[in-house]
């Protein structure tokens, strides 16, 4: 499984972006999946995550009532809508999956998921 993060940019604080991570093929529809993000001189950090079959979702803290992560298996898609952007929530974004899918629930370490996009750049200014 390839994936592919697109849809970061520049904008206003209070503003929104949607980020897509497209990947390469269907196996991709078994994987439970995430975003991460990481800012300049930090360790990356958990945002989102979602179960294979939308079932579950998890926050970060910082995230939460904000951003919402969804997909869509047919298009290979996993989204996530950030609205009410801070600029704190300036940083790359990266998505991650997880195959074979590990039973239990949705995880949050950066070790829990094997793969990953190349990360697309979100810039809020204030």
């Known amino acids: 499984v390839q994936l592919q993060a697109s849809g970061g940019g520049l904008v206003q604080a209070g503003g929104s972006l949607r980020l897509s991570c497209a990947a390469s093929?269907?196996?991709?529809?078994?994987?439970?999946m995430a975003w991460f993000r990481q800012g300049t001189g930090k360790e990356r950090e958990f945002v989102a995550a979602?179960?294979?079959?939308?079932?579950?979702?998890i926050y970060a803290d910082s995230v939460k009532g904000r951003f919402t992560i969804s997909r869509v298996n047919l298009k290979n898609t996993v989204y996530l809508q950030m609205n009410s952007l801070k600029s704190e929530d300036t940083a790359v974004y990266y998505c991650?999956?997880?195959?074979?899918?590990?039973?239990?629930?949705?995880?949050?370490?950066?070790?829990?998921?094997?793969?990953w996009g190349q990360g697309t750049l979100v810039t809020v200014s204030s």
């Open positions: 991650a999956a997880r195959l074979p899918r590990v039973v239990g629930a949705l995880r949050t370490g950066t070790a829990d998921y094997n793969y």
């Open positions: 979602i179960t294979y079959n939308s079932i579950s979702t």
């Open positions: 093929d269907h196996n991709f529809r078994s994987a439970n």
